[in-house]
């Protein structure tokens, strides 16, 4: 089955700097990936779909690349603000969804 | 706004007793309907899969007749915990695909609380 892995360690970075979150899955390449956005108590929100002929993909201060070669995918929030705190899932679609772990991002001012 | 609205946001229940979730896709047609729980600081966990008009998909180790799911119309599922313990106390989230956007959307959660 699919097995899809995000850094469990919460990363801290200080605001202003770029956050990078990483998305490592296994067997065989997914026709797209997701990045959702969870806030503690809520449901996640969709923030970006990368597609297996796309590398790169941006959306303000969000970039996702995806390489289907090594089975990662990538996640930069640029100029990082204490608002983008939270915790970030990443979701492919193979047969069904899969979900990693996330992984919890602290932006300190 | 939402797409996908979940009622109720939180329920307090008696053990023993049956507690009915609903997920309603707002702006468009979902064909499939995810069900997930959430225990604090995890990540979702997938109970089943809702599909409209046939049996849902249970994930291995989720009781079947525990969490009854009911995919009645192209718009709403249901998920009804029965006979509720305060084990199940968790948080329950649904999602609906929207196909035309590949995209999935997730209601606001349940917060189940079985005393």
């Known amino acids: 089955s699919q097995k899809i892995e995000q850094n469990s360690e919460a990363l801290n970075i200080q605001e202003g700097k770029t956050a990078t979150l990483t998305c490592n899955y296994t067997n065989y390449s997914p026709a797209y990936l997701q990045w959702y956005r969870q806030d503690p108590g809520r449901g996640p929100v969709f923030l970006l779909l990368i597609r297996e002929n796309e590398k790169e993909k941006r959306k303000e201060r969000l970039k996702v690349t995806f390489d289907t070669t090594l089975k990662q995918s990538l996640f930069h929030i640029t100029a990082s603000q204490p608002a983008d705190s939270a915790t970030y899932l990443c979701?492919?679609?193979?047969?069904?969804?899969?979900f990693g772990s996330g992984t919890k991002l602290n932006v300190k001012p | 706004g939402a797409v996908v609205s979940q009622h109720p946001s939180w329920v307090i229940c008696k053990s023993g007793t049956s507690v009915k979730i609903e997920c309603r896709s707002l702006d468009f047609q979902a064909t499939t309907m995810f069900w997930y729980r959430q225990f604090p600081k995890q990540s979702l966990m997938l109970m089943a899969t809702?599909?409209?008009?046939?049996?849902?998909?249970?994930e291995q180790g989720v009781e079947k007749d525990k969490f009854l799911i009911n995919h009645a119309s192209l718009t709403l599922s249901t998920l009804t915990v029965t006979s509720a313990h305060p084990e199940d106390s968790s948080f329950y989230i649904c999602?609906?695909?929207?196909?035309?956007?590949?995209?999935?959307?997730f209601g606001e959660g349940s917060w189940l609380t079985v005393v």
């Open positions: 979701a492919l679609r193979s047969n069904k969804f899969y």
């Open positions: 809702s599909n409209e008009g046939s049996k849902a998909t249970y």
């Open positions: 999602s609906a695909e929207d196909r035309l956007k590949n995209t999935i959307y």
